[in-house]
């Protein structure tokens, strides 16, 4: 029988432990075991123990079996093989100290030689037996993995007949050419066994192996990547069949799957499938998260919360609490399990190539992903949160735990004890230096070779303890207590060593810095949601529960703590960052974006610079004046900036609309990396760029379409979709903020997709099951079925209206149109003047023009008569050459687009848009006597009038309406315009001019006209604000010209006279009628220039007695256009623009909310799209289509959010969002304007 076994050896103090394999066969106890491959020889010794204690140190090894030299003899199994024996030598000897009994001297030498099976095949490898090989042999440490086959195995001697025999490393030729290199490599290097069988039922040469692998783990060289390449290959012939692990060979095939296991479904799918929350706090060991995660579940018992939860909101609430506070072993994501041929489990990781048999697994992320949708109260989630964790510790992390604690030293006479790390009290303090714990790595403070340490008072060690294991304490013990004053100066921290480049040989690197834990909550907004959270939190959290310190660069600086600046509500809003002592002491810290990102400047002194590497520099500053005293401004280390942010460990960091933290390198991302935080949450209902709900992607269609058809329409995995922004932005988030484990260390591409390589290119196929698994840990999102149960969110009517462009609409878009073929066709589609060429140069005047065509779907009078008059030129001269590069096609089409712009050239209305850059509008019955004053492009009927010049004269007459004749004067009034435009025109003609001669400006490609490209043309009203504004245009100061003086206009005789000073108007002014036969009652607008410009102003008309209406745009000439319809309108409305600071945004939102009389809130698509809650509005409008599936999802859920109350708004009982597309390219001649009649 064979006898193994295993014993420790216990060596005398001071020496090392070792584990010693002995193997014995029936020579137990011999002194020298010698057989045909491996020497065994040792001395024995007996050696006591400096106490007397008796060791023995027994080595003892043999060879596995001694195989028989005749064939005949039955062929054995061994239990180790030479590579499971190292080889090593030692000798020790001690002299023995005085007083103690001299010890023995033990002494070993191990020597293993490569075995050799005994066979008349050993030149070979093949062992040949009459039994099977494999029912002897112990596979434990093996994995099954499959068969290889082969039909022309024909070698010398042949393979042998009998079942599964072994084939060992020492191969001939003629066998390694036959079994391929992969198969042969892998077999020298003791990566696989193989067991041959070759089939006697079967034509001669047929011939089964099966390949047992060995583990990753007993790889000594496992990173070689020649031997893993070679694995791939083989893995890749690998039948895994049960019928061809029996022997069969006529069976067929199954392959073994060489590449991760696919999930044909789309982000989309998988995103939307994230199962509901199902919370469990029975699994969370601490009882203090336990009671906060049952308060969630249960809402009347959660502390300081006004408003209750819904049942959806608690159990996302809850489930929260308990990833954060019951982390759980997870297996890594990059092996997948899979059986084995024995049906062992074994777990594969199919880019790395490598099998494990234990895997390793990884603590579970403290965070995620809040993504619930839009509107239904993620904000209240993250309250209740915090509010069931009030006073809560973080732990500190397992790499700075350890080492014996000390408590205090003893006094000596007359001396006072040394007070606890963190009390206040430093007098009679020893000087500190680090030394080692020995019961651990973590550091202890010394205080000179005379002092005695003891122990401290019983009250003090309770404080530590809890403390240190993040006791909750303020929650169990009234403040203002002895107890509470002992808990509160045991506080609570650890020591983070600090990496700094040596400046020297002699410089020290051991510079740690403390970190105190701190049971806050750092929140990151977006500066536009700063107000909205500061009054979600006054509204559903009882007064004075939560201390919340709020910073922006908008509040004065102050600090907290001082009689003038007291908090209201508990709210303290500042600039300035107070010190981490008195941060801790606030439950939140409310952070907007931009004042978070200033934080980068921690390292730096005043004039930016950080501490350098390599040897420090000689000061050389001037002296100042005469004296010898240098004006030094050198680095130093003491000026430069610490953030109180790093100084402490969080409990929490949370980032609202968190998709903006997808990057590795902003600033924000970097800083909030550096925080310390034990628990990180992400919360967006978008949190990828293009990844939405399906309940939000249900109002994007054009379509009504079910749920569930929306969700299969999307499910299947699509390359151009799928490995695009919306991948990469959830592996940023986590990798570089989450820090989930392992994305933070290696390559996210590489592991959630299925690659089917053939070569070094990635294929893509579809998604691995390691993205569903990755996806789910990080994900809390509750199905649409669930909470709708719940909340009543008012139905929501999605409409796509797609608008006949008006005349003037076809013309802007044919001159673009024009101007591309003939860029394409002239430079023959290729160089730098090709707009769509892949040369540097080329990007920027290419997104320009693309950006320019967007803004003439709703209008554009960039083109000038110059640029149309150009344009045609260049094509001419390049159809008359005789050596143009072209095909006949693109000589139809550059003819067919000329014809059709030439005739802009005869139309003096677009000619006079072009140089007054007017919105224009038609009217019907101006009076004759002024009309030729306001009319651009000629008196016909209905005559056009520039939307500027309209607001004049309607100013003009609503204050004198209450005179004879509220017309008179209206001429003196057309002509100040009259000249203000041909004034504005002849400025930018020189402007114009100036560009072409200056040699520093800027080139256009060939046959584009440079105002193609650059960027949207200014108006010349632009230039003055307006008569009658209720606010200002992006394009214009805040002034308004209700009280300003007119320009100076001409008699016609080249003489100026002054303008007539304008008076503001008065609410009268407004409301009177106009007398009854007044002819201007006869006087009204029939259409724009724009089709989408009329059909808005319709919709608004029609919605805005009743419905407050946002109107999303994407350029500022949009919106001006707009601002300036309203203002005739009499419509009071808000812009909400980029150019505005933060203060007017905020006081722009609260008049929306507030104020009954602005009716309409333009908004900016940039800067207005993400998290504002405007539910007051009941109409979206979307002027341009948005390509953005996230954006358009986030500007329709404006005004669609859960109501609690709907006596509150009961307007909010039908919401309407439409989208206008202008379509269609073809010309039939000039419109009149009648596209949508307006009131």
């Not at 022309?152 to 036959?178: H, N, R």
């Not at 012939?237 to 296991?261: C, K, L, Y």
Request: charged share 25%; with cysteine; aromatic share 8%.
């Amino acid at each position: 029988m064979d006898a193994s076994w295993a014993s420790w050896v216990t060596a005398p103090a001071g020496l090392p432990l070792f584990k010693v394999l002995a193997a014995t066969e029936k020579n137990l106890g011999n002194d020298t075991l010698s057989t045909s491959n491996t020497t065994f020889s040792f001395q024995s010794n007996i050696r006591r123990d400096w106490d007397g204690t008796l060791c023995e140190a027994l080595i003892s090894c043999s060879q596995s079996q001694a195989r028989d030299s005749s064939l005949s003899k039955p062929h054995r199994a061994r239990k180790y093989s030479a590579m499971d024996f190292p080889t090593f030598s030692r000798e020790e000897s001690a002299s023995p100290a005085r007083g103690q009994t001299p010890s023995s001297t033990v002494s070993y030498a191990i020597k293993t030689t490569p075995s050799t099976p005994l066979s008349s095949s050993t030149s070979l490898g093949v062992a040949s037996r009459n039994e099977d090989d494999s029912l002897h042999l112990d596979f434990t440490d093996y994995i099954a993995l499959g068969c290889l086959h082969y039909d022309d195995f024909v070698v010398s001697p042949p393979v042998p007949t009998k079942p599964w025999s072994e084939i060992y490393p020492a191969l001939g030729q003629q066998w390694k050419l036959k079994l391929k290199e992969d198969a042969s490599v892998l077999l020298t290097a003791g990566w696989i066994r193989m067991f041959a069988y070759a089939l006697e039922s079967l034509a001669a040469g047929c011939a089964v192996f099966r390949i047992f692998l060995r583990p990753l783990e007993s790889y000594e060289d496992r990173q070689n990547k020649i031997l893993k390449s070679r694995l791939r290959s083989l893995v890749q012939r690998i039948n895994i069949s049960q019928e061809a692990w029996s022997g069969r060979h006529d069976v067929a095939q199954q392959m073994f799957d060489p590449w991760a296991t696919g999930e044909d479904e789309s982000l989309f799918y998988l995103f939307n499938t994230i199962p509901s929350p199902h919370p469990d706090p029975g699994v969370i060991s601490c009882p203090y998260s336990r009671q906060a995660a049952e308060d969630l579940l249960n809402p009347g018992t959660l502390q300081g919360l006004r408003t209750k939860l819904y049942e959806f909101q608690t159990r996302s609430a809850s489930l929260m609490v308990q990833k954060e506070s019951a982390p759980h072993k997870i297996l890594d994501p990059r092996f997948e399990p899979r059986y084995s041929l024995d049906n062992r489990l074994f777990y594969y990781n199919p880019n790395d190539m490598e099998f494990v048999l234990k895997p390793q697994y990884y603590d579970s992320n403290r965070g995620g992903i809040l993504a619930e949708t839009m509107g239904i109260g993620k904000t209240l989630i993250c309250l209740a949160v915090i509010l069931s964790t009030k006073d809560h510790m973080p732990s500190v992390p397992p790499r700075y735990q350890g080492g014996e604690r000390r408590w205090g030293r003893l006094s000596r006479p007359g001396e006072k004890v040394r007070p606890e790390q963190g009390s206040s009290d430093t007098e009679n303090s020893s000087p500190a230096k680090e030394i080692s714990g020995i019961n651990g790595s973590t550091t202890i403070t010394s205080y000179g070779a005379d002092d005695f340490w003891k122990v401290g008072t019983l009250a003090k060690m309770a404080a530590a303890t809890a403390t240190r294991n993040s006791i909750p304490w303020k929650r169990l013990i009234p403040k203002d207590t002895e107890s509470s004053k002992i808990l509160d100066a045991a506080v609570p921290s650890y020591d983070v060593p600090i990496e700094q480049a040596r400046r020297s040989r002699s410089s020290l690197t051991n510079i740690t810095q403390k970190v105190t834990l701190c049971s806050g909550t750092l929140i990151v907004v977006p500066p536009n949601l700063l107000t909205q959270w500061q009054s979600e939190i006054k509204k559903h959290v009882a007064d004075g529960y939560l201390k919340v310190l709020v910073l922006d660069n908008k509040f004065t600086a102050k600090l907290p703590g001082s009689e003038k600046h007291a908090e209201r509500d508990g709210i303290f809003c500042t600039k300035l960052l107070p010190s981490s002592a008195m941060l801790r002491t606030y439950d939140i810290v409310l952070f907007s974006r931009p004042r978070f990102e200033q934080e980068i400047k921690d390292g730096e002194d005043r004039y930016g610079r950080r501490l350098h590497t390599g040897a420090p520099t000689i000061c050389q500053c001037p002296y100042i004046g005469a004296t010898r005293i240098p004006d030094c401004r050198c680095f130093k280390i003491d000026e430069t900036y610490r953030s109180p942010l790093k100084e402490l460990h969080w409990l929490r960091m949370i980032i609202d609309e968190g998709h903006n933290f997808a990057s590795a390198k902003s600033n924000a991302v970097l800083i909030a990396g550096q925080i310390q935080a034990e628990r990180r949450w992400v919360v967006s209902g978008t949190p990828a760029k293009d990844l939405v709900g399906v309940d939000v992607e249900l109002p994007v269609t054009d379509e009504y379409e079910s749920r569930d058809a929306v969700m299969e329409k999307r499910r299947q995995f699509s390359e151009s979709d799928d490995t695009k922004s919306a991948v990469k932005s959830l592996r940023d988030l986590a990798k570089h903020f989450l820090k989930v484990q392992p994305w933070a260390d290696c390559d996210w591409d590489d592991y959630v997709y299925r690659h089917e390589k053939t070569s070094k290119k990635k294929t893509y196929t579809c998604f691995s099951a390691c993205m569903k698994q990755t996806l789910g840990g990080l994900v809390i999102k509750t199905a649409p079925e669930i909470y709708e149960k719940e909340v009543s969110i008012p139905e929501l009517t999605h409409t796509i209206i797609r608008l006949k462009p008006s005349w003037f609409d076809k013309m802007s878009a044919n001159l673009f149109i024009q101007v591309m073929r003939a860029n394409a066709i002239t430079s023959e589609r290729a160089g730098v003047d090709y707009l769509f060429d892949n040369h540097k140069n080329s990007v920027k005047a290419r997104h320009s023009l693309l950006k320019n065509l967007r803004q003439g779907n709703f209008t554009w009078t960039g083109f000038t008569e110059e640029n149309v008059r150009e344009t045609l030129e260049t094509s001419h001269k390049y159809l008359n050459k005789e050596d143009k590069k072209c095909s006949q096609q693109d000589v139809e089409i550059l003819t067919e687009s000329m014809q059709m712009i030439e005739q802009v050239l005869g139309s003096p209305r677009w000619l006079s848009l072009s140089k007054t850059h007017e919105m224009g509008f038609f009217v019907e019955s101006w009076p004759q006597e002024s009309i030729e004053y306001f009319a651009l492009g000629g008196i016909a009927a209905p005559q056009m009038i520039g939307v500027s010049q309209l607001l004049e004269g309607q100013f003009h007459v609503n204050s004198q309406v209450s005179s004879d004749d509220p017309a008179s004067g209206l001429v003196e009034v057309g002509e100040h315009g009259r000249l203000r435009l041909e004034q504005a025109a002849k400025a930018e003609e020189e402007t114009a001019a100036k560009r072409k001669t200056s040699k520093s400006s800027e080139v256009a490609p060939k046959g584009v006209p440079l105002s193609c490209v650059d960027g949207e043309p200014t108006s010349a009203s632009a230039k003055r604000s307006l008569p009658t504004r209720v606010n200002s245009s992006p394009k214009k100061g805040s002034q308004s010209t209700q009280n300003a003086n007119a320009p100076a206009a001409s008699n016609g005789n080249g003489e100026f006279k002054p303008a007539i000073r304008k008076r503001k108007l008065t609410f009268s002014d407004i409301t009177k009628e106009l007398a009854a036969g007044s002819p201007l009652l006869k006087t009204h607008v029939i259409g724009t220039t724009s089709s989408k410009l009329s059909y808005l102003l319709d919709r608004v008309m029609l919605f805005q007695a009743e419905h407050k209406i946002i109107i999303f745009y994407d350029g500022d000439n949009t919106a001006y256009y707009l601002s300036q319809c309203l203002d005739s309108l009499h419509i009071g409305h808000r812009i909400y623009a980029r150019t505005l600071d933060s203060n007017k945004r905020d006081n722009y939102i609260h008049l929306f909310k507030e104020d009954p009389n602005i009716r309409v809130f333009l908004m900016d698509v940039a800067c207005g799209s993400h998290g504002l809650d405007l539910h007051v509005a009941s109409v979206v409008l979307i002027i341009n289509p948005i390509n953005r599936k996230d954006v358009e999802a986030q500007a329709i859920k404006h005004n669609r959010r859960r109501q609690r109350d709907p006596r509150d708004h009961p307007e909010r009982q039908d919401c309407a969002r439409e989208t206008e597309r202008g379509a269609g390219r073809e010309s039939d001649g000039e419109a009149k304007g009648k596209a949508t009649g307006l009131c």
